[in-house]
T-cell receptor, first 114, second 114 residues
Framework: EPEVTQTPSHQVTQMGQEVILRCVPI?????FYWYRQILGQKVEFLVS????????KSEIFDDQFSVERPDGSNFTLKIRSTKLEDSAMYFC????????????FGQGTRLTVV | AQSVTQLGSHVSVSEGALVLLRCNYS??????LFWYVQYPNQGLQLLLK??????LVKGINGFEAEFKKSETSFHLTKPSAHMSDADEYFC????????????FGSGTRLQVQP
């Protein structure tokens, strides 16, 4: 069964450092997302990406965040200068064409900023 | 923007008892509704979804949910709880009409007592 894969599964970084979280969406999907879940809280939408550009972003997705699809398979989330409050589980998801299809989620990357 | 409310952050049932997890949405148009389960330290897996058509939808692991427009609800049920059902469950809806990004409820952690 096709799946969304994320690397690394865990990342520890020092405050102020840049991190890149990587995702390989399902190959024939067209819509890509990043969500985050701060420990003990709900899953929050960050950004959606379609046709090589951001199609929607939340208020959380400020200038320190960026996304990229550098090749035909990877989808990355970059945090330029990490803050303690960026510590969270980050989920990548991808979605097929129709609105009646569902998003498939990766297993997540747990980011810890120290 | 759409929103969802999950009543009860924790629900405890006995093994073999009925499971009922509540979800209400805010929407002026028929929404697309989803229930996801989050296994420990893992990503989100789709349990079931309502898009159009039959209002009673069946999902994996014996779960089902009924879309009730008059009550703006999409409660998740299972006739007989099993110990392996003890996880966290999230109700979700598309953020905006025609958009695929999801807004999640705050989650309900299901405990199953032997």
């Amino acid at each position: 069964e096709p799946e969304v894969t994320q690397t690394p599964s865990h990342q520890v970084t020092q405050m102020g450092q840049e991190v890149i979280l990587r995702c390989v969406p399902i190959s024939n999907h067209l819509y890509f997302y990043w969500y985050r879940q701060i420990l003990g809280q709900k899953v929050e939408f960050l950004v959606s990406f379609y046709n090589n550009e951001i199609s929607e972003k939340s208020e959380i997705f400020d200038d320190q965040f960026s996304v990229e699809r550098p090749d035909g398979s990877n989808f990355t989330l970059k945090i330029r200068s990490t803050k303690l409050e960026d510590s969270a589980m980050y989920f990548c998801a991808s979605h097929g064409r129709g609105l009646n299809t569902e998003a498939f989620f990766g297993q997540g990357t747990r980011l810890t900023v120290v | 923007a759409q929103s969802v409310t999950q009543l009860g952050s924790h629900v405890s049932v006995s093994e073999g008892a009925l499971v009922l997890l509540r979800c209400n949405y805010s929407s002026s148009v028929p929404p697309y509704l989803f229930w996801y389960v989050q296994y420990p330290n893992q990503g989100l897996q789709l349990l079931l979804k309502y898009t159009t058509g039959a209002t009673l939808v069946k999902g994996i692991n014996g779960f089902e949910a009924e879309f009730k427009k008059s009550e703006t609800s999409f409660h998740l049920t299972k006739p007989s709880a099993h110990m392996s059902d003890a996880d966290e469950y999230f109700c979700a809806v598309y953020r905006d009409t025609g958009r695929r990004a999801l807004t999640f409820g705050s989650g309900t952690r299901l405990q199953v007592q032997p």
